[in-house]
Each structure stands twice: as C-alpha cells, then as structure tokens.
C-alpha cells in the first residue's frame, strides 16, 4: 500500500514556530500536488496548504486562515514536502496531515475526489 509519512509535529508556544515534513519512498512526490490538512476535535477537516507538481511550477495554494503564516514546499532531492508555519496560533492545535491524489494530473486545491493517499498525521499543539 502506498503511503506517505508526516513528522515534525509537538507543542509550541503562540507566536512559535515549527515545520513539517512529508515524505515517501513508495513515488516521486515531485510529480504530484501534495496538500496539507489538518482536522481539530470536533471540526471537520480542512486544507491549510497545497503545492503543484513541478510542471506546474510548484505553485501554491492556501486559505485565508493560514495565508502569511504557513509556507509549503518541496525538496525534490529529499522526495520531502515541507509545510512551515510561523506565528502559531491556539486555534492551529490539530491534527496535520499530508496527502497525495490518485493522478498526476490534478492541480491544486485538491478535493476529496482525487485523494487517495493519506498518512497518520501528527499532533500540533499550540500552547502556553
């Protein structure tokens, strides 16, 4: 079963920072856009960031709610997508995760339609 891995999540303090990762040795993940969600207790889930595949150029994509706050982007060489977030809020305590469609040939913002692949995510966690 193809699968990709989230990493990087733990407790932070407001106005912190950290950076997730996601990676996979089961395809090449720069030939496909590759979105982040995240999904809080008792909300449903949501897209905070998306970056095209490199024939798109990379581009990216995201929400009022992250816009200026979060940056996704990919070192190839790594096979990793990275999702780094700035000035954390309380409200940003979830659960991230990362997840591939099904084709190449889907651009961002991706839709439940074309996702198919999925990892466990990891707890975020913005505290003092």
């Known amino acids: 079963q193809v699968q990709v891995a989230e990493s990087g999540g733990g407790l932070v303090q407001p106005g912190g920072t950290l950076r997730l990762s996601c990676a996979t040795s089961?395809?090449?993940?720069?030939?496909?856009?590759i979105g982040w969600f995240r999904q809080a207790p008792g909300k449903e889930r949501e897209a905070v960031a998306c970056i095209n595949n490199e024939n798109s150029d990379s581009t990216t994509y995201y929400p009022e709610s992250v816009k200026g706050r979060f940056a996704v982007s990919r070192d190839n060489e790594k096979n990793t997508v990275y999702l780094e977030m700035n000035n954390l809020k309380p409200e940003d305590t979830a659960i991230y995760y990362c997840?591939?469609?099904?084709?190449?040939?889907?651009?961002?913002?991706?839709?439940?339609?074309?996702?198919?692949?999925w990892g466990r995510g990891t707890q975020v966690t913005v505290s003092s």
């Open positions: 997840a591939a469609p099904y084709t190449i040939n889907v651009d961002c913002p991706l839709t439940d339609d074309v996702l198919d692949t």
């Open positions: 089961d395809f090449s993940m720069e030939y496909y856009a």
